[in-house]
Nanobody, 119 residues
Framework: QVQLVESGGGLAQPGGSLRLSCAAS????????MGWYRQAPGKQRELVAS???????NYAGSVKGRFTISRDSAKNTVDLQMNSLKSEDTAVYYC?????????????WGQGTQVTVSS
């Protein structure tokens, strides 16, 4: 079964750091464009950061300079390093991406991981 599995969420204090990891598993050839989204209570899901198959990153303005997205194509993982966390970063974070399988490219979502920033 092909899936994306996130890990690394939890509780952090304002100004602290957390690192999220997303691993693609199952019968895949490789990852294509990947991204991290988040959804806070009562708000729409929003794109936080994305990384192209070439490795080029893109960031939402609210996290630029604080978050870093990276990928390890050999391990089929995508990480999100979150520094200088703020209370407004509190949300469920979802990994999203396109995975190449034997019969084509498909988009997947992870199950989400909670990030809470609070003192």
């Amino acid at each position: 079964q092909v899936q994306l599995v996130e890990s690394g969420g939890g509780l952090a204090q304002p100004g602290g750091s957390l690192r999220l990891s997303c691993a693609a598993s199952g019968a895949i050839f490789r990852m294509d464009d990947m991204g991290w989204y988040r959804q806070a209570p009562g708000k729409q899901r929003e794109l936080v950061a994305s990384i192209e198959g070439s490795g080029a990153p893109n960031y939402a303005g609210s996290v630029k300079g604080r978050f870093t997205i990276s990928r390890d194509s050999a391990k089929n993982t995508v990480d999100l390093q979150m520094n200088s966390l703020k209370s407004e970063d509190t949300a469920v974070y979802y990994c999203n991406g396109a995975l190449w399988r034997e019969n084509g490219k498909y988009t997947y979502w992870g199950q989400g991981t909670q990030v809470t920033v609070s003192s």
